[in-house]
């Protein structure tokens, strides 16, 4: 196991140990473009007939975009149920923590670099978010499957607080930098329109308690 693929199986252990030091979540903490929230109001505005939360600790080769996207197409295509009628939920936390920040945090801290992911077009660690315009999957960019095509389509995105500030952690001892310093700036740039939660082994079983069917990527 690559030493990038041992800490991020390490945060994700560490999540569950950590929760009690994190910092609290709360709606006064605004200085960001994200929604932040303490409890599951997150969920309310989930009025579609069709929900579901398709749970993706791993990148997988962009494949947890490719689901969400295919969730609302065949619904579309196969039964002709609209996007407004459609609920798609998809996580950002273990592996995809990051995903869930905008370019200039893969910039400032290379965090292609830190989690060995390469831009497909030029082959060298990637310094914007893969995800957010244009990700690969399956050999293609697909634009469509995007973070910004998903949410104009009504798909919701949620970031795990006790996620972040675990890779805040570890972004911080790699570039010798102050992991408080490096977790507010973290979460003053999640990406706009995606809810920071306060962990997601939470936010998932609320999801489960309001009646949202379950897709593990």
């Known amino acids: 196991m690559s030493a990038v693929k041992t800490r991020l199986f390490a945060a994700v252990v560490a999540a569950g140990l950590v929760a009690a030091s994190v910092a609290t979540v709360n709606a006064a903490d605004a200085y960001h473009p994200a929604t932040v929230v303490a409890g599951d109001e997150w969920l309310n505005a989930l009025k579609g007939t069709h929900r579901q939360l398709f749970d993706s600790p791993d990148p997988n ?5 490719v689901h969400l996207m295919n969730y609302y197409d065949t619904y579309n295509k196969a039964f002709n149920v609209p996007d407004t009628d459609i609920n798609g939920i998809l996580t950002f936390y273990g592996g995809t923590t990051l995903y869930g920040l905008n370019d200039a945090m893969w910039t400032k801290y290379r965090l292609g670099e ?13 310094v914007a978010n893969p995800w ?8 293609m960019t ?15 995105f949620i970031v795990c607080n006790n996620a972040l ?7 911080a001892q790699s570039r010798g930098l102050s992991s408080d310093a490096i ?4 979460k003053a740039n999640i990406l706009p329109n ?3 939660v306060p962990g997601m082994v939470v936010a998932i079983d609320q999801a489960q308690n309001r009646g949202i069917s379950y897709h593990r990527q």
Do not use: W
Not at 61 to 65: I, R, S, V
Not at 150 to 155: D, F, H, I, L, V
């Open 61 to 65: 080769g962009g494949m947890p975009l």
């Open 114 to 126: 830190f989690l060995k992911t390469n831009d497909p077009k030029t082959g060298v660690p990637a």
């Open 132 to 139: 957010r315009v244009a990700p690969t999957a399956l050999g």
């Open 142 to 156: 697909i634009p469509t499957a995007s973070v910004e095509s998903m949410q104009k389509r009504g798909a919701t």
């Open 165 to 171: 500030t675990i890779f805040a952690g570890l972004v």
């Open 183 to 186: 977790y507010a700036d973290f």
């Open 194 to 196: 995606v809810t920071l």
